[in-house]
């Protein structure tokens, strides 16, 4: 965040603010490019869409969370979190306690992703460029997504959003992302329907 141009306080805040990694790096990298601030929240609302599935999928184990915990779920709400509830869940679907176990799990994960984010922008700043470990990001989040594709239609996703992806490389702004975004929903949707 630091090298895209932010300041070490507003990449902390913005890390806390925008507590979803995909959409931080998203906007990063429209960001270096210069991106129009519309683009940068049309590519951050694209990338996050699927927290509204999340949502929907495990609301029905939160009902007994206060009104103001339920804020707190859904701001807490990321993808590692929601594995690890779902697969608590199948596992021990009669046993109580699951909202407490996704609030613990969110939580343990939230200070995981901030002690690290601010020991990256602290000790970052020292590490050589000549090291290009910016490619870590891109693998890391390539065996995320390996590792969560289950079915035909997150395969049909993940193909379709890479071959999107690469064909769109040379758009403005880095709207390949985008593009690549909405090609893995709509294949990933066709591919699930076509199953069924």
Same mark, same amino acid.
């Given at each position: 965040?630091?090298?895209?141009?932010?300041?070490?306080?507003?990449?902390?805040?913005?890390?806390?603010?925008?507590?979803?990694?995909?959409?931080?790096?998203?906007?990063?990298?429209?960001?270096?490019?210069?991106?129009?601030?519309?683009?940068?929240?049309?590519?951050?609302?694209?990338?996050?869409?699927?927290?509204?599935?999340?949502?929907?999928?495990?609301?029905?184990?939160?009902?007994?969370?206060?009104?103001?915990?339920?804020?707190?779920?859904?701001?807490?709400?990321?993808?590692?979190?929601?594995?690890?509830?779902?697969?608590?869940?199948?596992?021990?679907?009669?046993?109580?306690?699951?909202?407490?176990?996704?609030?613990?799990?969110?939580?343990?994960?939230?200070?995981?992703?901030?002690?690290?984010?601010?020991?990256?922008?602290?000790?970052?700043?020292?590490?050589?460029?000549?090291?290009? #470990?910016? *490619?870590?990001?891109? $693998?890391?989040?390539? %065996?995320? !997504?390996?590792?969560?594709?289950?079915? &035909? +239609?997150?395969?049909?996703?993940?193909?379709?959003?890479?071959?999107?992806?690469?064909?769109?490389?040379? #758009?403005? *702004?880095?709207?390949? $992302?985008?593009?690549? %975004?909405? !090609?893995?929903?709509?294949?990933?949707? &066709? +591919?699930?329907?076509?199953?069924?």
């Amino acid at each position: 965040m630091v090298g895209a141009g932010l300041s070490p306080w507003l990449a902390a805040l913005m890390s806390v603010v925008v507590f979803a990694g995909t959409a931080q790096l998203a906007a990063l990298q429209l960001i270096a490019a210069g991106a129009p601030l519309g683009v940068i929240f049309l590519a951050g609302l694209i990338l996050n869409l699927r927290f509204m599935l999340y949502s929907l999928s495990i609301s029905p184990y939160l009902q007994g969370l206060r009104p103001r915990a339920r804020w707190l779920a859904g701001y807490f709400l990321s993808d590692n979190g929601y594995a690890h509830t779902i697969a608590r869940i199948g596992s021990h679907p009669t046993a109580p306690g699951h909202a407490e176990y996704f609030m613990g799990a969110c939580a343990a994960i939230w200070v995981t992703w901030e002690s690290a984010t601010i020991g990256g922008i602290v000790v970052g700043a020292g590490i050589p460029s000549s090291w290009s #470990l910016e *490619f870590v990001v891109i $693998l890391t989040f390539t %065996a995320l !997504a390996v590792a969560s594709i289950r079915d &035909i +239609a997150g395969a049909a996703a993940a193909l379709a959003a890479g071959i999107t992806a690469i064909l769109a490389i040379d #758009l403005p *702004f880095r709207l390949g $992302l985008i593009a690549a %975004a909405i !090609a893995g929903i709509a294949a990933g949707v &066709i +591919a699930e329907r076509w199953t069924r």
